[in-house]
């Protein structure tokens, strides 16, 4: 959207963070290191002025692009140090990262370096799947189990919200639960109701720092094919996008848009509703800004 690129990001707000990282979901949907990029391009067919408030949070955050994180796609051990230390960078600044991904991996180095620096973080996680699977090791389904054995954020107050379909093990929601989570399956998040579900995470989570992590595959693959791990049943772009509106209010500390796949959507809709939702999120932290 024409940011000013900055290494050092001076006063900005806010700043986009590119972590073009993969380590493959799974032989066949590899490609999400080229996610940053198709986001950029894509943001360029968006315009910054909200439509009802007729604000730019662009200009409100004086966001500035801060460049790519110094990864190794597929090497896990150089990464996540790099993603550690470029998110650090920013939220040292008193500056919001937004990452632009990658795949899921990406979530647990961001929930380290802001875990550093924000007391009480908790986690807003909107996906297809829960990335808390029980398993041993660094992959992009166990992220959100190893934050909570590392202690990084308080799952008691953390919610996962949006999961549906089939999993590759049993007894991954029952983890997830298990954790300390509070998980919300997209077929009760719609039963329910996404305004009274979201006012419940608002009570739940109060002013507590909040890393926004935002997996596209939450989307239905009809709007969204181009993500590593599509799963059917998914909302529709006004669902998604309501749910990042009903986000309103909470204190968002850090930005995850994650999992876009380009390679796999020869159209670029996926990176231009992935560009959609990294504006919108924006939004969320200049409103919360302007409110405090």
Avoid at 35 to 50: T, V
Avoid at 103 to 120: K, T, V, Y
Wanted: glycine residues 10%.
């Amino acid at each position: 959207m024409g940011l000013p690129v900055r290494a050092d990001i001076g006063h900005a707000r806010a700043a986009i963070l590119g972590l073009p990282f993969d380590c493959g979901t799974d032989p066949y949907r590899t490609g999400s290191r080229f996610g940053p990029a198709a986001i950029r391009e894509a943001s360029q067919q968006l315009n910054p002025h909200h439509w009802e408030s007729g604000r730019d949070p662009l200009a409100a955050l004086g966001a500035v692009d801060a460049g790519d994180a110094a990864v190794v796609p597929g090497d896990i051990e150089v990464s996540q140090p790099a993603i550690e230390a470029a998110v650090a960078a920013i939220a040292a600044r008193g500056a919001v990262p937004v990452s632009l991904g990658g795949d899921g991996a990406i979530a647990l180095p961001e929930m380290r370096a802001l875990g550093r620096h924000h007391a009480d973080l908790v986690t807003v996680h909107i996906d297809a799947h829960t990335d808390a699977y029980p398993m041993e090791g660094h992959n992009t389904a166990t992220s959100f189990t190893r934050a909570v054995e590392e202690g990084l954020i308080d799952p008691r107050r953390s919610f996962q919200i949006g999961m549906r379909g089939f999993n590759m093990m049993p007894g991954v929601r029952a983890h997830a639960l298990a954790l300390g989570y509070t998980v919300v399956s997209l077929e009760a998040l719609f039963e329910t109701g996404v305004d009274r579900v979201f006012a419940g995470v608002r009570r739940k989570i109060g002013r507590r720092p909040v890393y926004l992590c935002f997996d596209l595959d939450v989307f239905d693959p009809s709007v969204a094919p181009g993500v590593c791990s599509p799963c059917f049943g998914g909302a529709t772009a006004r669902e998604g996008l309501a749910m990042l509106d009903a986000c309103a209010g909470l204190n968002i500390v850090g930005v995850s848009v994650n999992t876009l796949c380009p390679p796999h959507d020869p159209t670029g809709v996926t990176a231009l509703l992935a560009a959609t939702v990294t504006l919108d999120c924006l939004r969320l932290v200049a409103e919360r800004r302007a409110a405090a």
